[in-house]
Every structure is written in structure tokens, then in C-alpha cells.
């Protein structure tokens, strides 16, 4: 049976060309999306955390951050600054990359785009061959565009991305396996379980993802090759690179499964029901023709095991394990909730797509492959243009309030050119960056003679104090150090100081007790000493109204 319309062309080189479309439209999208998107903006968490352990990974610490576990977003941070030192050769690997941050994250999306651009393009021939049809590996290709969250995600320096760069790979070895006419080697299943490790090193909700399988079970063998090799893959490699993704990780997570507050805390349970059906009903609304597609994925398998009374339909079986992975997230998620939790489901809604057209084609013979077809094209449509509508709305915001956050920044330097500049995350300034990185990993996890070379680096590599009003800490930090305002205020004539929160007695770290001026400016809370809060408002003012000019002008 031709489950596609253009099986005639399989294989053709125009076939292999439409093939590319998709995975070169995400890499040139993603590329200006990421443009659009500054480090130390919005994505500064955790970005800056992950930026910061592959630098300590390049010194040859081991990994400070476990807790998701991103074993492989860190290695590919350190394998970013190794090869930029080697070029480069400084004299202090730790000064090279803090004067280079934003150049190795941007570096590391690049790199991230490029991995999924490149999985893309094998899931695509993958799903080609398996189906005969260019037109169903297009289908599958999808991916990346199901919703805003997943393009968002991908692209940034998150262990998202990798994550979701291996359920592609898995979901495209699923639909081999699914329509293969012959059972899976063990060769197969040994490959399965390296993707397996890899996508749940990057990420442990990757987890769920190991119903997939049961496309495996038409050959024992294959099955346990997976089992095992997922499993020793796994506990080798963060082993070897991340041994607190083994020794703390899982005790992290289970600390989140047993309370129902965000991260482990909140009183124990394991759900809150005052909460979690809101907000499932939040998922369901966020991504409804993802949602729709899985209802209809699972109810068509279950009519064909019905029929055919056997449960050993390859094609069912996949549907019915990949819906099972999607309830399975769907219920972690609206326990613990951020909607980008859902990725690893969405994004292999592509070959749940491909997938759900063939099984229908087998209940309805009488269905033309065109209409199936046209069907799932404009699902597809609807998807792609919404995501990228969606996207390109964020991305022009982001930029706005980033260019915001800069001209700030620029203003307390024009104003108070002699003031101490504190700053605290979420302001978007970009002198704050760093402080996120050191508070997520050596702060919290790294001895003292590591804190002390974080802290002679950048003071050897910048001349201007890094000053952070820290938001996990109580305290004010000078240079990755704990430091007092009492001590600042003896050695500026004047301090100003921007937070996101308004302060009060328990987060101002000592600075209301020194009777500061307070103004509100683009909604950060400015807070200043021996100079006016109106004269930094002022400044904003005066270089927002030039750069507004001069944009006006190149019109």
C-alpha cells in the first residue's frame, strides 16, 4: 500500500533536495533569532550558569552544575573555549573566557543550531527511506516549529536543545522500526541506546522517552542491546564528565517529585491539585493541534489492535508508546510547571504525524494519499506559520527591552561616571552577566581556591569592579566576593544601584539602612547615593530621545 502520494519520486534528487529545505529554513532562522537574543538579556539564566561551568570544565575542574543534568551542554561549552584557547593561546584560560563570554555563547548556539539542523536533515532521509516519500520526511521535519517554545529553546544555550537534537534522532529510528518490514538488529537497538544516553545526559525528561522502545520488541535481542547500552552509556559518560548528575542529580529530582513546591520545596506531596489541572489545561491550550494529533494517534491504534485482535503491530505499538510518553510529561509538567517542560513530546509530534497518516491509511484504504496528505500539510502550515509569526514578535521584543537594559547601563556610566555601578539579574544589564554564572556553580558548589582564581581573573582581565546586588545570597558581591555597601560607600562618592524588585529590610543587603534615593526608570528599580535618582532618569532619557533620533533618521 502507498501511503503517500509521491512515492514514484522516493529517492529522486529532486526528492533529496526538498529534503534540505526545512533543515536550512531552521538554521538561517534560528541564526537571526539568536542575533535578536543578547546573552545577558532575558536568557541570562540560565545561559550564563551554563557558559560559566564550561569554562571551569576547561580548567580542568570538574562539572559544578548536575541538576538537569546538561552533561552534554557543558561539554560542548568546553569543547568551545578549548579550541577558541587554542587558537588564541592566552596566558590565563579563566581571564580568556570571561573577557570572550558572550562570544562562546554565541558560539555554543551556533553549534546547537547546526547539530539540530544536521538531525533534521538524517531524520529526514531516514523517514524518507522508510516511507518511499520525500513528502513524509518534509512532515517529520517539523520539529522545530510546533510551538514558540520549542524554536525559542532550541536555539539558546540550554540543555533543551540537545535534548530535543536526540528525540528527533530517536523518534526518525522509530519510524524505521515502525515500517521496516524487517525486525530491528542489535546494531540497531546498540545505536538506539547511545541516543537514549545522550538525550537523558542532556536532560532528565528526556526520560519518558524510553517507552519508544517497544519498537524494538519484534526482535529480544535488539530490546535488551538498547536496555543496556542506554544504560552503561549513560552511567559512563556523566561518570567520567558529571558525577553529581549520578550522586546528587537523582536525589534532586526526587526531592522534586515528593513536594509540591517549584524545585523541591513547598510541603511534601507529590502533586497540588490546586494547581495542576489549571495547569494542564495550560499545555492543552498552549499547543491544541499537538495535543489533538496525539488523542487521534492513540484512538487510531487502538481501533487497529482491535481489529486485527493482536497487539503487535510495529505502527501501534510506536503510536501508542509515543502517546504514552506524551501523558507522561504531560502530567510532570503540570505538577511542575514551565511549558518548555513539554519539549521532548512536541517535538516528535512530526513523526507521530507521519506515523498517524499511515495508520489511518491502513483502517481507510478507500481515503485518498492526497487527501491524508493535503491533511497533514496544512496541519503542518498552521503550525510552521503560527511558531514563526509568534517567534518574530518575541525576538523584536526581546531586542527592544535588551536595548533598553543597554541604555541604562549607559546612562549611570554618563551620570555617574565616578559611582559605584551595581547592578542585579533580570535588569538586563550587561555587566551583571557573569554574576548569574558564578552564583550556579562555583558560589554554591566550588571550593575556595577556585572562587579565589574566578575572582583574580576577572579582576586582572577588567578594570571597572563587577558589583552584583546578589538575588540568591545576602549579600552584596564585589568581584564574585562578598562585600558591604557600608565598605563601597567609604571608597565611591556615590553608588547607584539597579535591581528588578522593589527593596525592602530583607533583600536590600544593608542598603536601606544608608537612606537612599529611589526612581523607577523602564521599570527597574533604581536606587542611588550622593548623586540623584533623576539625574540617572534623566541621562536614560536623554540617550533613549538620541538613539530614537538617529533611528529616525537612517529611515
Not at 165 to 190: C, E, H, Q, W, Y
Not at 420 to 440: C, K, T
Not at 441 to 468: E, N, V
Amino acid at each position: 500500500m502507498n501511503y503517500f502520494p509521491d512515492h514514484r519520486f522516493a529517492g529522486s534528487f529532486g526528492a533529496r533536495l526538498a529534503i534540505l529545505a526545512i533543515p536550512v529554513s531552521y538554521l538561517t532562522t534560528a541564526s537571526l533569532y539568536s542575533a535578536a537574543n543578547a546573552p545577558w538579556g532575558a536568557q541570562v539564566d540560565p545561559e550564563s550558569a551554563y557558559a560559566m561551568n564550561g569554562l571551569i570544565a576547561a580548567t580542568g575542574y570538574p562539572s559544578m552544575k548536575f541538576d538537569h543534568p546538561g552533561t552534554t551542554t557543558t561539554l560542548l561549552v568546553e569543547i568551545i573555549i578549548r579550541l577558541m584557547a587554542l587558537v588564541a593561546r592566552p596566558e590565563d584560560i579563566v581571564a580568556f573566557g570571561l573577557k570572550n563570554y558572550d562570544a562562546i555563547i554565541y558560539a555554543a548556539r551556533a553549534c546547537e543550531a547546526a547539530i539540530l539542523a544536521g538531525v533534521l536533515l538524517v531524520g529526514g532521509f531516514i523517514v524518507g527511506n522508510a516511507t518511499k516519500s520525500w513528502f513524509a520526511a518534509m512532515l517529520f521535519q517539523v520539529a522545530p516549529f510546533v510551538h514558540r517554545d520549542t524554536f525559542h529553546f532550541e536555539m539558546v544555550l540550554i540543555p533543551e536543545s540537545l535534548m530535543v537534537s536526540s528525540a528527533i534522532l530517536a523518534m526518525a529510528l522509530v519510524v524505521k522500526a515502525a515500517l521496516d518490514p524487517n525486525p530491528p538488529t542489535v546494531r540497531f537497538g546498540v545505536v538506539s541506546g547511545l541516543i537514549f544516553a545522550f538525550g537523558f545526559s542532556s536532560k532528565y525528561l528526556f526520560l519518558p522517552l524510553a517507552a519508544l522502545s517497544v519498537t524494538l520488541l519484534t526482535n529480544k535481542r535488539a530490546f535488551a542491546a538498547a536496555f543496556i547500552t542506554g544504560a552503561i552509556a549513560f552511567t559512563a559518560f556523566n561518570l567520567i564528565l558529571n558525577p553529581g548528575a549520578i550522586n546528587r542529580g537523582f536525589g534532586w529530582m526526587l526531592s522534586i517529585a515528593t513536594h509540591k513546591g517549584i524545585y523541591g520545596h513547598g510541603e511534601p506531596g507529590f502533586i497540588d491539585f490546586e494547581i495542576f489541572w489549571s495547569n494542564m489545561g495550560d499545555i492543552v491550550a498552549a499547543a491544541p493541534l499537538v495535543f489533538g494529533l496525539y488523542i487521534v494517534a492513540a484512538l487510531a491504534s487502538l481501533v487497529q489492535m482491535i481489529r486485527d485482535r493482536s497487539s503487535s503491530d510495529p505502527v501501534s505499538r510506536a503510536l501508542l508508546a509515543a502517546f504514552v510518553v506524551f501523558a507522561a510529561q504531560l502530567v510532570a509538567t503540570s505538577k511542575h510547571f514551565a511549558l518548555h517542560y513539554m519539549m521532548a513530546s512536541w517535538v516528535i509530534a512530526g513523526g507521530v504525524l507521519v506515523l498517524t497518516t499511515v495508520q489511518i491509511r491502513r483502517l481507510a484504504p478507500s481515503v485518498p494519499p492526497g487527501a491524508l496528505a493535503s491533511a497533514a500539510a496544512a496541519l503542518c502550515a498552521v503550525l510552521i506559520s503560527t511558531t514563526l509569526s509568534q517567534v518574530r514578535r518575541d525576538a523584536i521584543e526581546s531586542a527592544a527591552l535588551d536595548k533598553k537594559g543597554a541604555q541604562l547601563s549607559s546612562a549611570v556610566i554618563a551620570a555617574g561616571a565616578a559611582c559605584a555601578n551595581v547592578s542585579s539579574m533580570y535588569v538586563r544589564a550587561p555587566e551583571n552577566q557573569l554574576n548569574h554564572g558564578s552564583d550556579m556553580t562555583i558560589a554554591a558548589w566550588g571550593d575556595q581556591k577556585m572562587k579565589d582564581r574566578l575572582s583574580d581573573a576577572y579582576t586582572h582581565a577588567f578594570a571597572a569592579p563587577l558589583l552584583d546586588h546578589n538575588i540568591y545570597s545576602p549579600y552584596l558581591a564585589k568581584n564574585f566576593r562578598p562585600y558591604t555597601y557600608k565598605k563601597l560607600a567609604l571608597e565611591y562618592p556615590c553608588i547607584v544601584v539597579r535591581t528588578a524588585k522593589l527593596l525592602d529590610v530583607e533583600n536590600s543587603h544593608g542598603l536601606l539602612e544608608l537612606d537612599p534615593d529611589h526612581c523607577v526608570v523602564e521599570d527597574v528599580q533604581v536606587y542611588t547615593l550622593g548623586i540623584a535618582c533623576e539625574r540617572i532618569r534623566n541621562a536614560y532619557t536623554g540617550i533613549a530621545a538620541m538613539a530614537l533620533g538617529q533611528l529616525d533618521k537612517s529611515r
